[in-house]
């Protein structure tokens, strides 16, 4: 059973657990996190001690000299980093007991990693509605916008998660790639499969065509014309980067993708030229109330063709 932070939320973030062994080198808790965090100035960290920002699992207070094997776990707040508002904004789309949806926009992280925390759409989220329980019920990229639903509370976010476990939401992402020399409608629609895995340490996913295929999207053309192609995506799976992975391997890679087909190098934001991947709609039975339900995006794909073609 997960153990409960004995700090509150504070800014729409939770407080961080932290293992401390229970014997070895070190005399103090201090003096392990001193070691174990070499690259921050030990007085500053110290000095946190002092102001009794780092507690004991029963929410009490330790000192600098708080000797080693007193306390196996600590909470303490990590030092928030330094940013700068991104310019773009959630839309709720829907609000109840129990779920939260909204339209995530381009560039928004769906959970605080590295350089984002107060710039990801849960944090934003928690300090919108002021619900310090809210969390994701599955994920979008950074670069996708789109539908993105959240658990407003503990008590029923299981049955939520399950679907998306067991795949029992459907889901619909629209896309649009530069359209090739080689194009052909008549290609489509189709179903694509390989085999997708993730490494550690690696931005990019890898294909192993000697595998059993792992990943599997229903690709369906909306409309083309000289420039673009418009593509309705329904993932079978959930694999990271499946749709963005698939339709490069078509030769259709998605416009503005940093990743596929080709990795570039990291580059600024550029907000007036998001990559063109939407998550269109869920459709799924509530697994409480037994009805159908559907959420869709209000957002458009500005590379989209104006009519097909």
Do not use: C
């Not at 690259?39 to 960290?45: I, Q, W």
């Not at 950074?142 to 029992?168: C, D, H, I, K, N």
């Amino acid at each position: 059973m997960a153990m409960l932070s004995p700090l509150p939320v504070r800014d729409g973030v939770g407080a961080t657990r932290l293992h401390v062994p229970m014997s070895g080198d070190w005399p103090t808790v201090g003096a392990y996190m001193i070691d174990r965090f070499f690259h921050l100035d030990p007085e500053g960290l110290l000095s946190r001690f002092d102001r009794g920002e780092i507690v004991a699992r029963d929410g009490t207070p330790l000192a600098r000299d708080t000797p080693l094997g007193v306390e196996e776990f600590i909470w303490y707040y990590r030092d928030p980093p330094v940013e700068t508002r991104l310019p773009v904004e959630i839309d709720v789309i829907h609000q109840d007991d129990d779920l939260v949806v909204i339209d995530k926009p381009h560039f928004l992280p769906t959970i605080p990693g590295g350089k984002f925390l107060q710039n990801s759409a849960l944090i934003r989220l928690r300090n919108l509605l002021g619900n310090d329980e809210l969390a994701p019920i599955h994920r979008l990229d950074r670069a996708t916008a789109g539908v993105l639903m959240f658990s407003a509370r503990p008590a029923t976010r299981g049955p939520y998660q399950l679907l998306f476990e067991t795949r029992q939401v459907q889901k619909v992402y629209e896309a649009v790639s530069a359209r090739p020399a080689d194009w052909e409608a008549a290609r489509f629609p189709l179903v694509y499969r390989n085999h997708i895995v993730k490494l550690r340490n690696e931005l990019k996913v890898q294909v192993d065509d000697e595998r059993e295929p792992n990943a599997e999207t229903l690709i369906e053309v909306l409309g083309a014309d000289e420039r673009v192609v418009h593509t309705l995506l329904r993932p079978h799976s959930g694999k990271m980067h499946q749709l963005r992975v698939h339709l490069a391997a078509l030769g259709l890679g998605i416009l503005n993708d940093p990743f596929y087909p080709e990795l570039r190098g990291e580059r600024p934001d550029d907000f007036d030229h998001p990559m063109q991947l939407l998550a269109r709609e869920l459709h799924f039975i509530d697994p409480l109330s037994g009805a159908p339900r559907v959420f869709s995006t209000t957002r458009t794909l500005q590379e989209a063709p104006v009519s097909g073609a």
